[in-house]
């Protein structure tokens, strides 16, 4: 019998019915928000959770730090839980109480603070200190070979091989560098389309990097191009999803198949599939689907 950790991933590829208008191309959703915890870094948190005990570097009695825009929070809450292990998170202050509270529920100590980069700061000076163990997702080879040994191999299988473009935010960068490895493997041809936000945007779970802070994962030649989202057409799109196609995510997720859609009023034919990162109930306390 399967424990909550074994039905993380193998999550469904739904195609969209009405905001596509070109009929030659597919853009198919991958509903990450099906995952036990709710987004796609229940993939990432397990691997980076279980591969460091499996290595030794997490013992009983260490206690787990992590700096989080949310959804990586929640999954390790999660699964820090199923293993015994005591973590502490940090997050920007302006994050949804949903998030808070439900990290909260799983057994975690949350640490609210001005700024992700003023909570990834405060979390690798903690993880310096003994007894801790930072997990540093901007930085863990485990967070993208996740992707690289689940999601990707997951995409070309529900395509048949046949997937032409994938389409994903980009925050720690772990889904796009795990997915583009296997894929351009796979087939050198599948084009990886990575979203940014705009200049003064502000987009959960999709960042703009200063350089200082770009996650030392990401290698830009796995990226064939990145589209910039605006704020407002995230927004938009994340009620259009929800209101014409039946799919509740949230803002970066909107972003993404904004991306998608406009990737595919330029092409003569394809199939394109993009990540839904999460479920739109993280949002309702925020204005995004008011």
């Keep these: 019998m399967a424990g909550i950790i074994d039905i993380i991933g193998n999550t469904p590829i739904v195609e969209l019915q009405k905001l596509n208008s070109n009929p030659n191309v597919k853009i198919y959703a991958k509903l990450e928000g099906n995952n036990p915890g709710g987004s796609v870094k229940d993939r990432a948190s397990l691997n980076m959770i279980r591969s460091a005990l499996e290595r030794g570097e997490i013992k009983p009695g260490t206690k787990l730090v992590e700096a989080t825009s949310g959804n990586t929070g929640i999954a390790l809450a999660m699964i820090a839980g199923l293993y015994n292990l005591e973590i502490e998170l940090v997050m920007p202050a302006n994050s949804t109480r949903e998030r808070t509270l439900t990290m909260e ?38 967070n993208y070979m996740a992707h690289y040994k689940t999601t990707g191999p997951e995409l070309w299988r529900d395509t048949g091989g046949e997937i032409t473009h994938f389409v994903s935010s980009m925050g720690t960068t772990g889904t796009i560098m795990g997915c583009s490895k296997f894929l351009k493997e796979k087939n050198p041809g599948i084009q990886i389309v990575g979203c940014q936000p705009t200049e003064g945007s502000s987009i959960p779970g999709i960042r703009r990097w200063p350089e200082a802070y770009l996650p030392k994962i990401f290698d830009p030649s796995r990226v064939d191009r990145v589209m910039d989202i605006d704020e407002v057409e995230a927004i938009h799109m994340s009620r259009k999803l929800a209101r014409t196609e039946g799919i509740f995510a949230g803002m970066s997720s909107g972003g993404a198949c904004s ?9 003569e034919q394809g199939i ?15 204005e995004l689907f008011g």
Excluded: M, P
């Excluded at 529920?105 to 200190?129: M, N, P």
């Design 259 to 267: 991306a998608a859609i406009k990737l595919a009023q330029e092409l």
């Design 105 to 142: 529920a799983f057994g975690a100590k949350v640490t609210l603070l001005e700024s992700i980069e003023v909570c990834r700061d405060y979390a690798e000076e903690k993880g310096a200190s003994d007894g801790y163990f930072l997990l540093n997702q901007f930085a863990n080879e485990d």
């Design 272 to 286: 394109i599939v993009f990540i839904c990162c999460d479920r739109g109930d993280r949002y309702l306390s925020s």
